[in-house]
């Protein structure tokens, strides 16, 4: 039997990283593995994973993703390797890569060879220099801003395919159209915006982890570099409303792109947002495949590859549960939800509170997804609208002008060089008021 469909997110270097940012889940991780002496990827593992990834997947185009801690950390020959096995054993299959990095190593080599094979790069980076070096910072405790613009020119300067990855944090999340203003006029035409939500318990777990997963049973607080549940909502919701009215079709941002598919009544791209889960998982340094990579715990160890096939693991029991879980554990107050269509609980990391009525398995971010998703609703509806005619969903600019303007002639009169109403930041003489 053919072995589900399913993503792994390699880390070859485990969590070895270069930085110390503050809000990292994935540092501490380094205490699953006291009596490890070299980080990096072992040759036999790695050609093992690459043939085992290749062999189990059912389609022609294989992606391959990388990541850490810090992956350039391997130098840039470890990729030529990885590069070389791929091509061994493809037989026939295309092959795609692509790695997160931080940024701070990348120069005119690796941006060479990135270019050469066809690498898609996720580059960290929250912002302008404030917000960025709130918690990106070295293990020196020194800011980072400066070197990983550096990096983001080398990755321009030789033409590569990247997409900036934000985490969106208690710092940044008050500075919504700063970041994203940022962000798009630097050259990223692809913008991740992720939540950080982590809870810290007061006593560590007998592996000496202290950021706990969400059915941790003793006490736990979430961080103070958390994002709240309602700033998130604004935060997106902000952003939202500068792109739905300028950047549609030129400045393409994750979360806005699956909401349209999952208001055109297609499955999610983005696990979080689909009805189970379980079909993305996460590969050690060592071979240990487990179910996600937010799920780096020892219950959740599925094996280790180097006595395991993939193909095997992925389709476990244990795995199927774990991804049928999301589904299965969703609170009744979510099962009501007027946006469950595009929320399902999200991810299951952050599904740690209770529900007004008591039960658990609550989402963190629930108040603010709900703001958001009620608050794009009415654009979706056209977006959708238009691709079921068969026309552009960037025609939502021109609607959302209108509406605008009718907005602003309902309003109270403004002054011709008065900011106008509509909120676009002109004078009213020289934005709505020429056709009022």
């Not at 590569?160 to 035409?189: C, I, M, Q, W």
């Not at 309902?410 to 934005?431: H, L, M, Q, V």
Request: with cysteine; net charge neutral; aromatic share 12%.
């Amino acid at each position: 039997m053919a072995s589900p469909a399913f993503h792994i997110l390699a880390k070859p270097i485990g969590p070895i990283c270069n930085l110390d940012c503050k809000y990292c889940f994935y540092l501490e991780k380094e205490v699953l593995y006291p009596d490890t002496a070299r980080w990096a990827m072992a040759s036999e593992v790695l050609e093992t994973y690459i043939r085992q990834y290749i062999e189990e997947q059912q389609t022609d185009l294989i992606h391959f993703a990388w990541q850490g801690g810090e992956p350039t950390l391997l130098g840039v020959d470890y990729f030529r390797r990885v590069v070389e096995l791929q091509k061994q054993y493809a037989h026939g299959k295309r092959i795609e890569n692509a790695l997160q990095t931080n940024g701070v190593l990348l120069d005119d080599s690796w941006c060479q060879f990135f270019a050469e094979n066809g690498f898609l790069i996720g580059i960290s980076i929250d912002g302008p220099r404030e917000q960025h070096d709130a918690y990106r910072v070295d293990k020196g405790g020194q800011p980072t801003f400066a070197k990983v613009m550096r990096g983001l020119e080398a990755l321009k300067r030789n033409g590569v395919e990247f997409n900036t990855l934000t985490t969106v944090h208690r710092k940044n999340a008050d500075h919504p159209l700063e970041v994203y203003r940022f962000l798009r006029e630097h050259g990223s035409g692809h913008m991740q915006f992720i939540p950080i939500v982590e809870r810290v318990s007061r006593q560590a777990t007998p592996e000496g982890l202290t950021l706990v997963a969400p059915d941790f049973p003793e006490a736990a607080e979430v961080s103070a570099w958390s994002v709240g549940p309602r700033q998130f909502g604004r935060f997106l919701s902000t952003i939202f409303d500068e792109w739905v009215r300028r950047d549609v079709g030129r400045t393409f941002v994750q979360l806005f792109d699956v909401s349209l598919e999952m208001w055109c009544g297609m499955a999610a791209s983005l696990c979080i947002f689909r009805p189970t889960c379980g079909s993305a998982m996460a590969i050690e340094h060592n071979g240990d495949l487990y179910s996600c990579d937010h799920f780096v715990y020892p219950g959740h160890k599925l094996g280790n590859i180097m006595e395991t096939p993939l193909g095997v693991m992925a389709g476990s029991a244990q795995q199927v549960k774990f991804g049928s879980d999301k589904q299965d554990t969703l609170p009744e107050y979510c099962r009501r939800c007027e946006v469950r269509f595009a929320c399902n609980g999200e991810c299951p990391k952050h599904r740690f509170l209770k529900t007004p009525d008591g039960e658990a398995g609550l989402n963190y971010l629930c108040a603010g997804y709900k703001m958001f998703f009620n608050h794009i609703d009415p654009y979706m509806r056209f977006m959708a609208a238009e691709l079921r005619s068969q026309r552009a969903p960037a025609n939502v600019m021109a609607w959302t002008r209108l509406q605008d303007e009718e907005k602003a002639r309902a309003a109270a009169p403004a002054g011709r060089n008065d900011p106008c109403p509509c909120g676009s930041g002109e004078k009213f003489k020289r934005c709505c008021g020429r056709s009022a």
